[in-house]
Structures are given as structure tokens and as C-alpha cells.
């Protein structure tokens, strides 16, 4: 079912599909193309699955996912997968990934913020055996949700 996915790096001209698809994932808490863009430049590490079997010329993009990568730490800037290409394993793809390439770059620990309500990203997180470690109140501006700060040990 996965045969025609690949993971490769994110480009910038993937940036216009990918602001569409934060829209249509986050809503009012969606990444405009520009704080995009400040990701990239920053030199933070993009990746995305793309599906070649789309029947146009140029691939989809069916998930997405940034880590920033410190000395002996990594954190988990951003991770979405199109509604259409969820339970498929693509978040795990994109995690499987970016877990290896901390640890390869040296990382010890892995860090995140998931909104509180967020059952799907929590139950993939528990998964990898992320634990919280605290709570930031009103975290997410639109609706003032809490994120819980999570945590993993590489
Ligand atoms: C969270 C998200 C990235 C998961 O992507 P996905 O590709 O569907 O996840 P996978 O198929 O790789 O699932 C891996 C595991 O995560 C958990 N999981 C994923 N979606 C789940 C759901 N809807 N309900 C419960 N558990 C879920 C399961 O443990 C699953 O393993 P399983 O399928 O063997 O049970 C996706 O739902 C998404 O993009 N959500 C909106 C954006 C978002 O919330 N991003 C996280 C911000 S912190």
C-alpha cells in the first residue's frame, strides 16, 4: 500500500503545497509559507513523504515533518500528515527518520509540544515513548489550548 511513498528532504518549492496543507491541518494555528521559510533558512531539518503515484507529473507531499537539531538535543518543531494519507504509517516514517538522524547527530534527548486535546499525536508519542515533563498554559494563541512539553531519552 506504501510502495510508491519516499522520504526526502523538503525543499523550498514545496513550501506553497505545504502552507496549503497547514491551512487545511491547523486552521487559524496554521504556519504561514513565511514562518515556513524562517524554518528552512534557519537550517532546521525538513523531510516529507511524497507519493510518486499521483497520476500527475510531480509527486504529492502526504506528510511533513521538522526537527531542530541542537548539540545533544532535538526538538520536534512541526509533524502533519494529509488527512487522505493518515493510518498508514507515514507519521511513523517521518519519525523513524528523524529519530535516527538525531541520534546520529549526537542528540540524547528528543523534545516536543502537543496540544493537550490531541489524542492522535499523543497516542504516537506514547508509541516512542515520550513522557511529559511539563505544561505550557494557553500555548496555542487561536484557541488557548495548553501543550503538554514532552520528552524522549535517545
Ligand atoms: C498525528 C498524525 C501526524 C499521525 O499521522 P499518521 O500518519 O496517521 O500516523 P501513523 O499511521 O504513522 O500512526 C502511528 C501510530 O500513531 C497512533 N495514532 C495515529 N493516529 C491515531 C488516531 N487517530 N487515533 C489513535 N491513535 C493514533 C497509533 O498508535 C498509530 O499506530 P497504529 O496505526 O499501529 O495503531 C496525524 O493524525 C496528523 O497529521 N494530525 C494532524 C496534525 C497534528 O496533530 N500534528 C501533531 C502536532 S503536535
Do not use: C
Amino acid at each position: 500500500m506504501n510502495e510508491h511513498l519516499r522520504i526526502d528532504r523538503l525543499r523550498w518549492w514545496h513550501l506553497p503545497e505545504v502552507a496549503r496543507m497547514e491551512t487545511a491541518i491547523f486552521g487559524p494555528e496554521a504556519w504561514s509559507e513565511g514562518i515556513l521559510w524562517t524554518e528552512l533558512s534557519a537550517g532546521n531539518d525538513y523531510r516529507a513523504v511524497f507519493d510518486d503515484d499521483t497520476g500527475r507529473d510531480d509527486a504529492a507531499i502526504a506528510g511533513y515533518m521538522g526537527i531542530a537539531l541542537g548539540d545533544t538535543e532535538a526538538w520536534i518543531n512541526n509533524i502533519a500528515v494529509d488527512a487522505a494519507y493518515r493510518r498508514r504509517g507515514i507519521a511513523r516514517m517521518l519519525m523513524d527518520d528523524a529519530l535516527a538522524r538525531s541520534r546520529a547527530a549526537g542528540a540524547k534527548a528528543v523534545y516536543l509540544e502537543v496540544a493537550v486535546d490531541n489524542v492522535p499525536a499523543q497516542r504516537l508519542y506514547d508509541a516512542y515513548g515520550f513522557y511529559g515533563i511539563g505544561v505550557r498554559k494557553n500555548y496555542y494563541q487561536h484557541t488557548g489550548t495548553d501543550a503538554a512539553v514532552m520528552r524522549m531519552d535517545l
